[in-house]
Every structure is written in C-alpha cells, then in structure tokens.
C-alpha cells in the first residue's frame, strides 16, 4: 500500500495562502479545531452580507460548497465594539485548500 503525500501552502495559522481573507478589519477568521469565521458589525445586514460576499469567494476559489458546520449569531455590548458577532463554522480542511490539492493530485498537475 502506497501513501501519497498532498502539499498545501498554508500561513502560520494553518490557513491556505490563497483563502480570501475577509473583507472588513472586523471580520477574521478565527481558530481550530472547527474555524470560526467572524464577521462583526453594528448591522446584522451588512455583516449577513459581508459572509454571503466572503462565502461566495472562497466557494468559487475552493471549487465547491465550502462545508459552513453552523452559523452562530451573538451580541457584545462592550463599549465602542461591534454590536453583532456573526460566525461561519467552517471546515478547517476547506479553508486550508485541502481539496485543491486533491483535484491537483488527481490530475496530475500537483507542483
């Protein structure tokens, strides 16, 4: 039995260099083991928005459904922070590229 070994260029958080990162300063992805990805904002439209635009982008860079485990809504009334706290749950190997690899590996064009 033979073991290929897949290559993923992540950053120091475990993150694929190419995952699109979010596009307010509020917003981030945050850490394992089930990644949250925060978007934060005074308007829950906009930050609804925000994950819907982000969401979009890292579906077309992954080249299929990103897995979204849940999505969590919460409130900080924390003076001067963002008032609403939206969190994508995302699938950690999603989110570092773990299936472009395996496309490229599959096709031959790993490099």
């Known amino acids: 039995m033979s073991e290929e070994t ?3 260029e992540l950053d ?6 190419d995952l699109p ?13 089930y990644r949250p990805v925060e978007f934060r904002d005074d308007d829950l439209p906009t930050a609804l928005e925000r994950s819907a635009q982000w969401l979009r982008e890292a579906q077309n860079w992954l080249g299929e459904p990103l897995d979204v485990i849940a999505v969590h809504l919460d409130y900080d009334d924390r003076e001067g922070a963002p008032y609403y706290d939206l969190k994508l749950l995302c699938n950690e190997e999603d989110l570092a590229g773990a299936p ?5 590996l599959q096709s031959g064009t790993a490099g």
């Open 100 to 104: 472009i690899a395996l496309r490229k």
């Open 6 to 8: 897949i290559r993923l």
């Open 21 to 33: 990162k979010p596009p307010n300063p509020n917003d981030q992805v945050q850490g394992v083991p």
């Open 12 to 17: 120091d958080s475990g993150l694929s260099v």
